[in-house]
């Protein structure tokens, strides 16, 4: 005899079988399939629950989701079939379980947390190559999951989850799903997420390297030397050398660099690993690599991007430093170990014991084996100077609490009142708009703008008695009269004439009243006619004929002064006429003949014409 919340997760799990196994949307065949399927599950339209349902109902819900996950997971491992892709309907099963997991947590049917619930067991059941195929379905849905009332009741979940699943794989053969699955966390969870962070400084100490004991017996201790010496003869004069000496120096380096704080706080710790360091790049630089050579022309990004933990037989060595991705490799340890010495934590900055000019030099001579290892050396030791760069600002950020990146939205500034706007001054007598300013139209002329908005209704303008109609001839044209008066000094460039808007309606005013001064307009000045025009004495005219009559009054007494002495200067040179009477002669050759003429002034008759 069953209870009754077994009858009613039959009843739910069957419900949700049927929207597993069917094919269509499945959040319109959950709002249909799952309504009603116990009493206490009313829906609406969209999928939401008419009536919150108790923690007891939800739990009921997720305990039915999950029984048929195991069923499904199990189902594809006896049919030797992807989880992700096995079929146990129309279309494939798991995928359609994942979408109703997370519309059901969405509607509410059950906890916001549900659908993580379901990923972590999923994850949990399913191969490596079935992970990848879970995780993306998370990256399609990255959005959705991230949403805040699901992701504060999941992101615990979802962590533990990525964590657990980057234990089980490799470092060295899964590098792209464990690369997938940091991405996801970083685009999940904020960037000052301190769940993330490394605050103690703890190192990975469990990542030890193990030396070949070189402590053998004589036999044995020869046959290594012999082997050591062999490969020199055979690897070439180019080749860098290697001894029991340099094997041991080389790799004790490792030490240093998996705990920095407790090997360099030590003292003479610095020492030994300066003096190290300079036998290994005294080498390097001794017996650089050939850009040429096969292995620095074959090596790929892909072969770079392997991480790989090289092997530390002796007799390996030898052949370990010809490879450009060991040396890399070894000298990247080496910059990045230094960049924690220029900038160490607090908790470590008081007992490391270094000499700062040694570490300024060898960091210089690291970064110059970096350029000029192949292939691409110079971009690559410039990426990792930049690198050191910005981990010396997380390493700030760190050591002043994580603070979060999110800054509040600035206050928005007052509001500044907008600069009186530069109005033109009306000109004098002239009409003024009697729209309001925010009912005015523009037309693209400041005269046609005044002129269209002298009232309301275009209509009405016409016969307002207000209104200012067309001057007479004399009064439109009273200030070019007044431009000629000398005593008002005006220059020629500010004269009414010189105004083009003024010429204009004086030519269309004199058209009307007289033809014959307009067509004389066309090559006469204005000022010359108009004043005939209007039937005026021109300004200034009688000062003008009183100095014209001055200049002849004076022109008249030099004449007479002349006349006066002309005779004189006859008499004093006698000449004789010749027969006809018609020209006057000198008697003597060369002599000039003084006269004058009608205006009074003299001249002189060549007596040779």
């Known amino acids: 005899m069953t209870s009754a919340f077994e009858r009613q997760r039959a009843a739910v799990e069957d419900r949700l079988n049927l929207i597993v196994n069917g094919t269509g949307a499945v959040a319109t065949t959950a709002a249909s399939a799952l309504n009603g399927a116990i009493p206490e599950i009313a829906l609406n339209v969209d999928g939401a629950p008419e009536v919150p349902l108790s923690n007891d109902d939800k739990s009921l819900v997720e305990h039915a989701l999950c029984r048929i996950l195991y069923h499904l997971v199990d189902a594809a491992g006896e049919a030797r079939i992807p989880c992700m892709k096995f079929n146990s309907g129309a279309e494939p099963a798991l995928p359609r379980l994942l979408d109703l997991s997370l519309f059901i947590s969405e509607q509410g049917i059950c906890d916001h947390g549900v659908i993580f619930t379901v990923l972590e067991q999923l994850v949990e059941a399913c191969t490596i190559s079935d992970c990848e195929q ?243 050396g110079a971009d690559f030791a410039a990426a990792v100077s930049h690198l050191l760069l910005r981990e010396q600002g997380w390493t700030v950020w760190k050591q002043n609490n994580c603070k979060d990146f999110e800054r509040a939205a600035a206050p928005a500034p007052a509001p500044v009142a907008p600069a009186p706007a530069m109005r033109r001054r009306p000109r004098p007598g002239a009409a003024q708009p009697a729209v309001p300013p925010e009912k005015r139209v523009k037309l693209g002329n400041l005269e046609l703008d005044r002129l269209w908005n002298l009232s309301m209704d275009n209509t009405s303008a016409l016969g307002d008695k207000k209104g200012k109609t067309t001057p007479s001839l004399p009064d439109f044209l009273q200030p070019v009269i007044d431009d000629m008066d000398p005593t008002a000094e005006i220059e020629e460039y500010y004269k009414s004439k010189n105004d083009k808007v003024f010429t204009w309606k004086a030519l269309r005013l004199i058209a009307k009243e007289n033809l014959g001064a307009f067509s004389r307009l066309g090559t006469e000045d204005m000022e010359a006619v108009i004043p005939g025009l209007l039937g005026v004495e021109a300004p200034g005219k009688a000062a003008a004929d009183a100095k014209a009559a001055t200049t002849a009054a004076t022109t008249a007494a030099a004449a007479a002064t002349a006349e006066k002495t002309l005779p004189t200067a006859v008499e004093s040179a006698p000449a004789s006429t010749s027969a006809g009477g018609d020209k006057a002669k000198t008697s003597g050759e060369g002599a000039p003949i003084v006269g004058a003429t009608e205006e009074g002034k003299t001249v002189e008759v060549d007596n040779a014409k």
Request: hydrophobic share 40%; with cysteine; proline share 5%.
């Open 134 to 376: 879970v995780f993306t379905w998370v990256e399609g849905e990255r959005t959705r999951l991230s949403v805040d009332n699901l992701w504060r009741r999941g992101k615990l979940v979802m962590l533990r989850t990525c964590n657990e699943l980057l234990r089980r794989l490799s470092k060295t053969h899964d590098t792209v799903l464990r690369g997938r699955v940091l991405l996801l966390l970083s685009s999940l969870y904020p960037l000052s997420e301190r769940s993330a962070l490394n605050l103690a400084g703890s190192y990975n100490r469990s990542n030890t390297t193990e030396l070949d004991d070189l402590s053998l017996p004589p036999s044995g201790a020869e046959q290594l030397g012999t082997t050591i010496d062999a490969m020199d003869t055979d690897s070439g004069s180019g080749a860098a050398m290697v001894d029991t000496v340099f094997y041991r120096t080389f790799w004790s380096l490792q030490l240093f660099f998996q705990q920095p704080p407790t090997t360099l706080s030590i003292v003479g710790g610095w020492d030994a690993f300066y003096a190290g360091l300079q036998v290994v790049l005294d080498n390097f630089e001794m017996h650089r690599l050939d850009p040429q050579s096969a292995a620095c022309r074959t090596t790929t990004r892909e072969a770079e991007a392997l991480g790989t933990k090289y092997l530390t037989a002796a007799p390996l060595l030898q052949l370990q430093l010809r490879d450009p991705s060991f040396r890399r490799h070894f000298l990247l340890q080496c910059a990045i170990l230094l960049g924690f010495c220029t900038n160490p934590p607090p908790s470590a900055a008081g007992a490391l014991v270094i000499n700062k000019e040694e570490m300024a030099a060898i960091q210089k001579r690291v970064i110059s084996q970096l350029s000029v290892t192949p292939p691409h």
